[in-house]
């Protein structure tokens, strides 16, 4: 899709962060938005921050087809088509503890999100997008879970290695089918150096009652990135933010250019693709997990907690 100009847009997770991000950069090649979010004050907030007549917010609930299929709706009254579906809303559960001892509501609530957000947005979206023979998906994924999992972050790898997949299935099929809608998976990366510091961080946030644990305690949102600069700061390590912008910038360009792989080159995630292969083609344990990595907690404080 070369001309974006007067294309419209619908990006759910929009009230912030990189759905917020990526509107904004839709905006500025003169597209027209739907930011979609299931957090209203957020959204109005976003909405009324960018002032402009070609963006609107409509509160949505990714675990809702019908949702979904509302929102397309009213992009279609407001805009007269949809061209651009970008399923980029995710959570962050919080799990505690190691995967066999997590709250079955951290993997509900996960793979609702997470996983069927995505799918909802592919069969509301997707059937028009073909009959109009016009149009693109990007499916929002991650290093985590898409190259290879932090192991002790279990629950979200989970379900970014499941859309990774579903992209790239969607991507054959449409291939198959000869349609010129397309697909591009996004891999939030940054030529600028350091954390993307996004919603996703604040773990637990925006937790419906019906995904609780039953603990007022229990489910208080953590703020990970406040942890990971702890954890940074105690090993002499300064955390640095890199803009959303950059972030953006690559799913532009996946729409624009027809990209699948929407990412910047990573010298440390080309070399755990590479030992996930040998790994495979060997047949040797997955030792590239027992790597220290500072994002996620240790095994000493996994067990303390």
């Known amino acids: ?87 980029n809303a995710a959570v962050g559960a919080g799990a505690k503890g190691h995967a066999w001892e997590h709250h079955l509501n951290d993997w509900r609530w996960s793979l609702d999100v997470n996983v069927m957000g995505v799918i909802n947005g592919m069969n509301a979206f997707v059937p028009n997008l073909i009959a109009q023979d016009e149009g693109h998906v990007v499916n929002t994924s991650s290093g985590n879970g898409a190259y290879t999992p932090i192991a002790s972050s279990d629950i979200y790898p989970v379900t970014k290695a499941a859309v ?11 291939r198959e089918l000869g349609s010129k809608v397309s697909a591009s998976l996004l891999l939030p990366s940054s030529r600028t150096p350091g954390v993307l510091a996004t919603g996703i961080w604040r773990a637990g946030a925006n937790r419906p009652d019906r995904y609780r644990r039953g603990d007022p305690d229990d489910d208080a949102p953590r703020d990970a990135l406040a942890e990971y600069r702890a954890r940074a700061a105690a090993a002499g390590q300064e955390v640095v933010e890199a803009p959303l912008s950059e972030v953006a910038d690559l799913c532009i360009e996946a729409i624009r250019d027809d990209v699948f792989w929407a990412t910047y080159p990573m010298e440390h995630q080309t070399a755990k693709l590479r030992a996930r292969t040998a790994s495979q083609i060997e047949r040797t344990p997955p030792d590239y997990l027992l790597e220290v990595n500072l994002m996620s907690a240790s095994a000493d404080e996994r067990k303390r907690s």
Not at 56 to 75: H, M, P, Y
Not at 164 to 174: A, H, S
């Open 164 to 174: 990774t997949t579903l992209t790239e299935c969607l991507w054959g099929q449409l």
């Open 1 to 87: 899709m070369k001309e974006l100009r007067g294309k419209v847009a619908v990006v759910t997770g929009g009230a912030g962060g990189i759905g917020l991000a990526i509107g904004e950069a839709m905006l500025a090649q003169g597209m027209k938005v739907v930011l979609a979010d299931v957090v209203e004050d957020a959204l109005g907030a976003a909405v009324e921050g960018i002032g402009s007549k070609d963006v609107i917010g409509v509160r949505t609930d990714v675990t809702s087809f019908e949702s979904l299929c509302e929102t397309r709706d009213r992009a279609i009254e407001r805009f007269g088509a949809v061209h651009v579906i970008c399923n």
